[in-house]
């Protein structure tokens, strides 16, 4: 069993948040959607259901957290959430915030054109906003 | 509060294939993907964190006891999981068996293109199969 990393092409596309007890959290680096990824700290994982009962509990518990973080932070009109894995095979989920003004409303996200790059300073202040409404996260 | 009853449009698109202790499961009409739709049947729920703590883990149960069904009929490729509701806001989650060769690979199902009916015994037999893989399914 090899160890753990994230995969090169999450890395390139994110900026990490922090770690969950399971989970590494990861901000896609596209302000047009405020996007988490969930990404389990275990080697190998491809499915959900590659998980141990326990593990997947804990996933599921770190969705709802993020999921809860991003409500109370932006109020969004509605919040998706899911687990894809057709491109990147590494096991993530993603948890994202929508708005009826963003830029692929009501499509999903994914293929919906170019992502825009934060400031830096808007997503070190929305990093900073994730982390004291994420319970329990840590430096990665 | 009103009673629970399911989304119009998600009855329109798709058959029943039974419930769970708190999901209905629903077959997607469309046989380009095996696509199974979970439903909580509580009234007004829209988000996964709408639902109380123990709510949330037994349908996230539900989820993988239905993905696990797929796996174990199917050996998919990728197995997509995803709570979106842009387009029909009561709280469904979407358990997806993804091929290399279906219809929209790599790409998500939502938006491509137009469903193909099953052929009804086709479908019967699969919604008999299903039913098999499923622990703790009676008749909805």
Redesign the interface.
């Known amino acids: 069993m090899t160890d753990f990393a994230i995969d090169p092409q999450l890395a390139q596309d994110t900026t990490l948040v922090g770690d969950l007890p399971l989970s590494r959290v990861l901000l896609m680096n596209d302000s047009r959607f405020p996007w988490l990824i969930l990404v389990p700290r275990r080697a190998g994982l491809?499915?959900?259901?590659d998980l141990d009962?326990a593990g997947?509990?804990t996933l599921?518990a770190e969705?709802?957290a993020a999921?809860?973080a991003l409500?109370d932070l932006l109020a969004p009109h509605?919040?998706?959430?899911?687990?894809?894995?057709?491109?990147v095979?590494q096991l993530h989920v993603h948890v994202i915030a929508?708005s009826r003004d963003d830029a692929a409303?009501?499509?999903?996200v994914?293929?919906a054109g170019t992502g825009t790059p934060y400031d830096e300073a808007v997503r070190a202040a929305f990093v900073a906003d994730l982390r004291r409404a994420l319970p329990r996260i840590a430096d990665g």
């Open positions: 491809v499915e959900l259901i009962e997947y509990g599921m969705v709802r999921a809860a409500r509605k919040l998706n959430v899911a687990a894809l894995g057709n491109a095979r929508r409303w009501p499509r999903p994914w293929g």
